[in-house]
């Protein structure tokens, strides 16, 4: 894994190579990894492999990017539950344990970086589906992910190559 490839600050901004660009991180901050617990509402401080793309091609166009890139079905789902086997892992809608849709009505799901936060192992209550996806036209805060605008996530998409991280820093 080659080390913070790209930087998310906790003063909201998202650097790589000579960019920078505005983003969105939880609503309660940013927390010591070691302190991160589900609907915690806070990014977790730390370096995050970048695992793959989600994206929704009823909406815009496969991304341009080296990363394994996955298209999103209507029946996408994340597992928050951690009492489920599949917590913190992608699922199948209908599902019975508590979950995420992936297929959202507003935009912010339309492209979706899966980080890898929490998943090798998956710890029981330490937080799940920490992904880089599109922000709200006003940035508001996420419920623990980070945020951009499309295009600069595009932007990012496009630099990014297999083994590279996104870092959480103060």
């Known amino acids: 894994m080659r080390i913070a490839a790209f930087e998310a600050t906790s003063a909201g901004l998202l650097r790589w190579r000579d960019r920078e660009v505005r983003c969105a991180l939880g609503k309660n901050g940013v927390t010591p990894a070691d302190s991160k617990r589900e609907g915690d509402g806070a990014s977790p401080l730390g370096v995050w492999p970048i695992r793959q793309v989600f994206w929704r091609s009823d909406r815009l166009a496969a991304p341009a990017t080296r990363l394994p890139a996955v298209e999103l079905i209507p029946k996408a789902g994340w597992c928050d539950d951690p009492a489920d086997p599949l917590y913190n892992r992608p699922i199948v809608l209908p599902y019975a344990a508590s979950h995420e849709k992936l297929w959202r009505e507003d935009p912010i799901y339309d492209l979706i970086v899966e980080l890898g936060y929490n998943d090798d192992p998956v710890i029981t209550g330490k937080g799940s589906a920490i992904f880089l996806h599109v922000a709200r036209p006003d940035y508001s805060p996420t419920e623990g992910c980070v945020a951009c605008a499309r295009d600069d996530l595009l ?11 996104l870092a959480i820093v103060r």
């Not at 932007?155 to 991280?165: I, R, W």
């Open 155 to 165: 932007a990012l998409l496009a630099d990014a190559q297999p083994g590279d991280a």
